[in-house]
DNA sequence: ATTTGACTTAGAGTGCGCTCCAACACCGAG
DNA sequence: CTCGGTGTTGGAGCGCACTCTAAGTCAAAT
């Protein structure tokens, strides 16, 4: 039961379109290709899933095409470069997480606006 | 002491670049332009920088610059459209909150990730 | 008197990340 | 045997948010 999945079904779990994973390949972003199928479509594994999925988060978080592209090249060259990947993820990390606490920032600036509007339509019943 | 700041100097405050701050306007993003100098120079008021960086949090927290015009057109309107401009910020504030959510939810995939390769290097002296 | 530098405009250009198109191949159902 | 559906490709197109260019104005400094 496990002679892999067709692009709308990689489509259809990980959120992105077809035309999305083939972009990602297209711009290198999967270390391994998905195999063919005999009619020449793509046949993706559950590894090929998984890799995806990271994939995905990685770009919601805002990594940029060309740092999964730099990224995949690392996981491409296999072992000798888990240092680098955990380099590379640790330096997205923090980044990710500064960005969060800008946004409470940001939201707080939000939430005071918000404040003031409510309490000038209180108070001028409008 | 209050004569009006320049595009310079509203730039330097908010982090926007004047190129910014004058697209901004073009686009419909200030509810007042800043009056102008004798020279034509535009001279910005405490409202307007205070307005500026409303904007650039709007911004930060990923509100479209469409959006923002419409908030800019309510706030042109004055007193009648308080109502409408609070539930556009409430709104908002509900996308940036689950924006956070979400980003919180991708970091401990990344995270976890980062596990797996902390012990892959440790297990594998590399 | 000239030069420097900050400003003005309309409009063109850029970079990113998709997103779609046209033309084609193949499979299974009716 | 045709049709609909799903896939393939290279390359074009799009939307967004800037970002910059060119040509000009003006004031202060040298």
């Known amino acids: 039961m496990d002679e892999g999945m067709t692009i709308a079904e990689v489509a259809r779990r990980t959120g992105l379109t077809a035309h999305t994973l083939r972009y990602y390949e297209r711009a290198g972003l999967l ?3 998905p195999p063919r199928g005999v009619n020449g479509h793509r046949c993706y594994t559950q590894r090929h899933l998984d890799w995806v999925v990271l994939l995905s988060r990685l770009r919601a978080t805002g990594m940029s095409i060309a740092g999964m592209r730099r990224y995949a090249e690392l996981a ?9 990947r955990l380099e590379l993820l640790l330096v997205h990390r923090a980044q990710v997480a500064s960005r969060i606490e800008q946004l409470r920032d940001d939201l707080t600036l939000i939430d005071n606006k918000i404040d003031i509007y409510r309490k000038s339509i209180e108070e001028n019943h409008v």
């Open 76 to 84: 491409g060259n296999g072992l000798p470069t888990s240092r680098e």
């Open 31 to 33: 270390p391994s290709p």
